[in-house]
């Protein structure tokens, strides 16, 4: 068996939503989980906050994104 082995995953997750004045906020975190010999560790990043008010949605990321594709991507994961 080989004890050296790495293993690490991301995944993209929405978190709890929280509401301020009648605005829905999701928050979208990234998960990454490492593995090595017999050590687990996880972090999250904050990724962006999806904004719903009243019919619109709209996301604030947390840093520049220069793909706008991307943000759109992960605008879609919050279903309305």
């Known amino acids: 068996m080989n ?3 790495k ?3 991301q995944e993209i997750k929405v978190g709890k939503t929280f509401k ?3 605005r829905i906020f999701y928050p979208l975190v990234k998960v990454t989980h490492w593995k090595h010999n017999q050590e687990e560790f996880y972090c999250l990043s ?3 906050l999806v904004v719903i008010e009243g019919d619109m949605k709209y996301i604030l990321p947390m840093k ?3 793909d706008p594709e991307k943000l759109e991507t992960l605008m879609d994961m ?3």
């Open 3 to 5: 004890y050296n082995k």
């Open 7 to 9: 293993m690490r995953s």
């Open 20 to 22: 301020i004045d009648g």
């Open 46 to 48: 904050p990724l962006a």
């Open 64 to 66: 520049e994104f220069d």
């Open 78 to 80: 919050i279903k309305v």
